[in-house]
């Protein structure tokens, strides 16, 4: 089955530190770019990170402005998961996290059932 | 950052009407722009892509349109599965960004 799965979400303290995994199967792993899209009830749907799949180029990665140096996406393609570690974590990064799989035009075809982060003391 | 602006936010529409959704980028973003569909409590779900070409397994009731700033969904007669919540997303530059979603529901 096509699914990706994610895991790792929870209560943390402002300024903590979480890693969420994503899981995934059913298709070609490796040669698929990965990212991770938030949503909030206030804000909607936001990108948060992406990786590239395997290509000669080698890997490549882009976050958006509001976790850049916080956030770091990464992959293990042997294990057919995709990351995204998160430190300095705050208030504002409270949101349900959802891994998707992101096409080579970077539309996300294929989504996790998302995984909900609260930050909060 | 390109910013896309949905209209309209609700629309109050019956199992069987017309609904035309609208999208609208701050800057061109040629035919890069995509549809997805949310339910509640489930993920979104691709619908269009390139502005105009349908995903795999969507019904052809579904259709899109539009190119540079101003993009429409239209769903030609409603079926009960479809109220639901609807955004846009570009991908003409980085960031990727999302429209702030139109809820479509039963009137």
């Known amino acids: 089955e096509v699914q990706l799965v994610e895991s790792g979400g929870g209560l943390v303290q402002p300024g903590g530190s979480l890693r969420l995994s994503c899981a995934a199967s059913g298709f070609t792993f490796r040669s698929q770019a990965m990212g991770w899209v938030r949503q909030t009830p206030g804000k909607g749907l936001e990108w948060v990170s992406w990786?590239?799949?395997?290509?000669?180029?080698?890997?490549?990665?882009s976050h958006e402005d509001s976790v850049k140096g916080r956030f770091t996406i990464s992959r293990d393609n042997f294990k057919n998961t995709v990351y995204l570690q998160m430190n300095s974590l705050r208030a504002e990064d409270t949101s349900r996290y959802y891994c998707?799989?992101?096409?080579?035009?970077?539309?996300?075809?294929?989504w996790g059932q998302g995984i909900l982060v609260t930050v909060s003391s | 950052e390109i910013v896309l602006t949905q209209s309209p936010a609700t629309l109050s529409l019956s199992p069987g009407e017309r609904a035309t959704l609208s999208c609208r980028a701050s800057?061109?973003?040629?035919?890069?722009l995509a549809w997805y569909q949310q339910k509640p409590g489930q993920a979104p779900r691709l619908l269009i892509y390139d502005a105009s070409n349908r995903a795999t397994g969507i019904p052809a009731r579904f259709s899109g349109s539009g190119s540079g700033t101003d993009f429409t969904l239209t769903i030609s007669s409603l079926e009960p599965e479809d109220f639901a919540v609807y955004y846009c997303?570009?991908?003409?530059?980085?960031?990727?960004?999302f429209g702030g979603g139109t809820k479509v529901e039963i009137k």
């Open positions: 800057q061109s973003v040629s035919s890069s």
């Open positions: 998707a799989r992101v096409t080579s035009t970077n539309y996300f075809d294929l």
């Open positions: 990786i590239s799949g395997l290509s000669r180029g080698g890997e490549n990665w």
């Open positions: 997303q570009h991908c003409s530059s980085w960031p990727l960004t």
